[in-house]
């Protein structure tokens, strides 16, 4: 179970930190992301971070957007800077694990949504 928070109103060019925590570690996903939906629009990968640390990002937001994890407390953050009008949307995490299946002798893809919370940037 993931439970995300942070989200809130600012202004253009201000900031925010999303965080979502994890019920379960973190330490051992395949990923942790940050995805979010506009209205009208689809969900779109904004950020995400894989086990070995290495993180990638959208183009829109590449630059202005960090993401990073905290291990000990199964947290993921996403710290929003110069945040633009066009950054409104409804954020959702994501984890992904890969689960031996010892059936097909490969992996099967878990994932995981937290419940997504709201950011507003005012122009």
């Known amino acids: 179970q993931l439970q995300a928070s942070g989200g809130g109103f600012v202004q253009d060019g201000g900031s925010l930190r999303l965080s979502c925590t994890s019920s379960?570690?973190?330490?051992?996903?395949?990923?942790m992301g940050w995805y979010r939906q506009a209205p009208g629009r689809q969900r779109e990968l904004v950020a995400s971070i894989a086990s070995g640390g290495i993180a990638s990002y959208a183009d829109s937001v590449r630059g202005r957007f960090t993401i990073s994890t905290d291990a000990a407390k199964n947290t993921v953050y996403l710290q929003m800077n110069s945040l633009k009008p066009e950054d409104t949307a409804v954020y959702y995490c994501?984890?992904?694990?890969?689960?031996?299946?010892?059936?097909?002798?490969?992996?099967?893809?878990?994932?995981?949504w937290g419940q997504g919370t709201l950011v507003t940037v005012s122009s």
């Open positions: 379960g570690p973190i330490f051992n996903a395949d990923s």
């Open positions: 994501n984890k992904r694990d890969l689960v031996y299946n010892d059936y097909t002798d490969n992996h099967d893809i878990h994932e995981y």
